[in-house]
T-cell receptor
Framework: GAVVSQHPSWVICKSGTSVKIECRSL??????MFWYRQFPKQSLMLMAT?????????EQGVEKDKFLINHASLTLSTLTVTSAHPEDSSFYIC????????????FGSGTQLSVL | SQQGEEDPQALSIQEGENATMNCSYK?????LQWYRQNSGRGLVHLIL?????REKHSGRLRVTLDTSKKSSSLLITASRAADTASYFC?????????????FGEGTQLTVNP
């Protein structure tokens, strides 16, 4: 099956710093990737849709200047949390479809971000 | 917007028993999918059922879909301790692109050995 690799698995950073999370499709090309945020014992909240070669589409209420998304190639999308604050601490997950009917999604293993 | 609602929120059963989780949604869909998430991990796709299908099986999993009631159920038969995880339904709406999914609130399943 298709594999999506997400790095890092966890990161601890100081308040005010920026953190970059990578999401790679290892054995397929992903024209679209999705970024989610998940709080403990809650569902996934879609933050943005990342489109290769164009600007990301952000969900309502998500600050595009805070959460920078770059999808420069068909196998890599990055999410940068800029000037992180403790309230940005969360579990971030990416996913990608393999383009076949655009149906089921393949997920990365997630990144636990802790901002001190 | 979060349209999927699942019940129960938490379910605790003994190994060998069956587990049933339900999901309701609000808008018209192309398909409905079920995913599993182990604690602190990403989601794994379990099964997809299309809007013109009523029932689907995959191993110990059985999914039903009732589009008139806008609801779906996931049945796990002969549960095992390794089935302990959170289970989410997700819908692909007719109005959105095929890969954009809306996730339900999830059911935390605990299977006791």
């Amino acid at each position: 099956g298709a594999v999506v690799s997400q790095h890092p698995s966890w990161v601890i950073c100081k308040s005010g710093t920026s953190v970059k999370i990578e999401c790679r499709s290892l054995d397929f090309q992903a024209t679209t990737m999705f970024w989610y945020r998940q709080f403990p014992k809650q569902s996934l909240m879609l933050m943005a849709t990342s489109n290769e070669g164009s600007k990301a589409t952000y969900e309502q209420g998500v600050e595009k200047d805070k959460f920078l998304i770059n999808h420069a190639s068909l196998t890599l999308s990055t999410l940068t949390v800029t000037s992180a604050h403790p309230e940005d601490s969360s579990f971030y997950i990416c996913s990608a479809g393999n383009g076949v009917g655009g149906e089921k999604l393949f997920f990365g293993s997630g990144t636990q971000l802790s901002v001190l | 917007s979060q349209q999927g609602e699942e019940d129960p929120q938490a379910l605790s059963i003994q190994e060998g028993e069956n587990a049933t989780m339900n999901c309701s949604y609000k808008t018209s869909i192309n398909n409905l999918q079920w995913y599993r998430q182990n604690s602190g991990r990403g989601l794994v796709h379990l099964i997809l059922i299309r809007s013109n299908e009523r029932e689907k099986h995959s191993g110990r999993l059985r999914v039903t879909l009732d589009t008139s009631k806008k609801s779906s159920s996931l049945l796990i038969t002969a549960s095992r301790a390794a089935d302990t995880a959170s289970y989410f339904c997700a819908t692909a709406g007719r109005e959105t692109s095929g890969s954009r999914l809306t996730f339900g609130e999830g059911t935390q399943l605990t299977v006791n050995p």
